[in-house]
């Protein structure tokens, strides 16, 4: 429930950031919507250079876990990470 609510943080700060590009926010509120996009984008891109090993995990497309990490970073990752160390732990017992 708590990852829900974080992703929709992430999805709303993205909307209200697009808001202001169109002109719906007032000046004050569309400077601050955007840098908070820009710098969860610029946290998440870090996330995606460090973290690729896990990302290149995901079940899907290699780029639908790129974007997902763009746009949610370790939300999407981490539950990719601790499969596979989850894995490891099984394997190395066996």
Same mark, same amino acid.
């Given at each position: 429930m708590v990852i829900i609510f974080l992703?929709?943080?992430? $999805?709303g700060?993205? #909307?209200l950031a697009?808001? +202001?590009?169109? +002109? #719906? #926010? +007032?000046?004050? #509120?569309?400077q601050t919507s955007q840098n908070l996009a820009l710098a969860l984008l610029g946290i998440h891109? $870090?996330?995606l250079l460090v973290m690729f090993k896990y990302v290149r995990l995901y079940?899907?497309? $290699?780029l639908t876990s790129i974007v997902l990490t763009m746009l949610f970073g370790l939300l999407h990752w981490r539950p990719l990470a601790r499969e596979a160390a989850k894995? /490891?732990?099984?394997? +190395?017992? /066996?």
């Open positions: 992703k929709a943080a992430c $999805l700060a993205y #909307l697009l808001a +202001g590009l169109a +002109g #719906l #926010l +007032g000046a004050d #509120l569309t891109a $870090l996330e079940r899907g497309s $290699l894995k /490891q732990i099984i394997d +190395g017992h /066996q």
